[in-house]
C-alpha cells in the first residue's frame, strides 16, 4: 500500500523533529495533501492509524488538509477547477492543456509538541 510508505516517512520524519525539539509528546500532526497528489486521504489517515500507537506519537492527532485541485487553461487563463483527473479540459474554451496551480501538494505542514 502505497499510502503506508508515505505515512511511515512523515511519522519518521515527525518523531526526528520531536527529538530535535526535545519534545516529549507530539500532540498534532498537519498533512496537506493535494487532489492531484496520487494519494488518497483516507487511505492515508487508515495507515497513520494503524502506525502511530506503537510509536513515540502515540497520542497525536492527525489532521489531513485536502487541496482542491485549480488548473490554468493555456489557452483562455481559465482557472478552474478540473477535479480529480489527467484530463484537463477548458470548461471555457475546451482547450485541453493546463498550468496546474494547486492539487500537487503532499506535505507535512505543522507538527506541534506538548
Ligand atoms: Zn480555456
Known sequence: ??????AQAALQHVLAQAERAGAARVGRIVLR?????GVDPDSLR???EAILPTSAAADAQL???AITAVARCRSCNLEYSPG????FECPHCRA???????GRELDLVRIDFT
Open 1 to 6: 500500500m502505497h499510502e503506508l510508505g508515505i
Open 33 to 37: 495533501i493535494g487532489e492531484l497528489s
Open 46 to 48: 487508515f495507515a497513520f
Open 63 to 65: 489532521e489531513i488538509e
Open 84 to 87: 480529480p483527473t489527467a484530463l
Open 96 to 102: 485541453l492543456g493546463a498550468d496546474i496551480l494547486h
